[in-house]
């Protein structure tokens, strides 16, 4: 499996940007899309992950509210909207697909797109 992020960018606080992470290559019939991020001197984190099907979306407390998950019908592009941005959301953000449903720890994602950079500028 192949992910392809993209769609960071700079932008000022309280601004939007939509990241997206296209999938290619193997397929499975069952699995969790997710999205991480990592500040510059911080661990990874969680930010948010949608099922297979899309009917189940999780979401980090620190992101609720204002960023939104979804994926393409064809189930190939996953999508992060992310809406009012703060200087606290600058990070590299990653895609990343596990084979498990409704996962949150990055340790049980086995695949990984190589990030996209997330400026917030205050």
């Known amino acids: 499996v192949q992910l392809q992020a993209s769609g960071g960018g700079l932008v000022q606080a309280g601004g939007s940007l939509r990241l997206s992470c296209e999938a290619s290559g193997r397929t499975f019939s069952t699995y969790t899309m997710g999205w991480f991020r990592q500040a510059p001197g911080k661990e990874r984190e969680f930010v948010a992950a949608?099922?297979?099907?899309?009917?189940?979306?999780f979401y980090a407390d620190s992101v609720k509210g204002r960023f939104t998950i979804s994926r393409s019908n064809a189930k190939t592009t996953v999508y992060l909207q992310m809406n009012s941005l703060k200087p606290e959301d600058t990070a590299v953000y990653y895609c990343?697909?596990?084979?498990?449903?409704?996962?949150?720890?990055?340790?049980?994602?086995?695949?990984w797109g190589q990030g996209t950079e997330v400026t917030v500028s205050s």
């Open positions: 949608i099922s297979w099907s899309g009917i189940s979306t």
């Open positions: 990343a697909l596990s084979r498990m449903e409704g996962v949150r720890l990055s340790e049980l994602y086995e695949y």
